[in-house]
């Protein structure tokens, strides 16, 4: 089946996250190194990222809202394309949609793990993507830069399956054989059945 909907996770797929992890960092009154670090060691160990704030005694502060400016250069651009051929567009992701309304993206529709009731990577939040996108999962293309909450699980419910490899997460997974593999979301239009 030919794919007639794109959806995206969004931090650190579309958005580069080191502004917001610099403000939790700073709200929670480490330094930015520290934070980064220990984050980055969470992800080595294949830990949930909210494990880092445990380790260092903190209350996790509240996030930020993605900010426009923190889209990757090939985002927007990536969006523009795949509109301008046809897709149905979407994001959904663990982060709130509160955090996404700042980025000011022409989408069809922008889920979370609140509306959806369940988070990722999860097999049920994939399923309920497929039903907010109204398509079956085989025409649905879900992009992430994480092997295990974005593209295992996607291949899982039957979607095509798209690693961006960018961030932390980005650049410790690999890939499983049958899923498409990208440096830029600039390939994507190209690349994708």
Avoid at 116 to 143: N, Q, T
Avoid at 154 to 182: C, F, K, Q, S, T
Wanted: glycine content about 10%; some cysteine; overall charge negative.
């Amino acid at each position: 089946m030919k794919v007639s909907a794109v959806v995206f996770d969004v931090g650190e797929t579309l958005v580069d996250e080191t502004t917001m992890w610099s403000e939790l960092a700073d709200l929670a009154g480490v330094p930015r190194f520290t934070l980064f670090g220990v984050i980055g060691g969470m992800a080595a160990r294949g830990e949930h990222w909210r494990r880092g704030f445990e380790l260092l005694g903190l209350e996790q502060p509240a996030g930020s809202a993605f900010a426009r400016e923190s889209l990757y250069p090939d985002a927007a651009p990536c969006l523009a394309e795949l509109r301008g051929r046809g897709y149905r567009l979407g994001l959904a992701g663990n982060a709130s949609r509160d955090a996404y309304a700042r980025l000011d993206l022409d989408v069809d529709f922008a889920a979370d793990s609140g509306l959806l009731g369940v988070e990722k990577p999860s097999p049920e939040f994939f399923v309920r993507v497929a039903a907010e996108v109204g398509r079956p999962p085989a025409e649905i293309a879900y992009v992430g830069d994480r092997v295990d909450n974005d593209v295992e699980p996607a291949l899982a419910a039957g979607m095509v399956a798209v690693h961006v490899r960018r961030g932390p997460w980005g650049y410790l997974h690999d890939a499983p054989e049958d899923a498409i593999r990208v440096d830029s979301l600039a390939e994507l239009p190209d690349v994708l059945p």
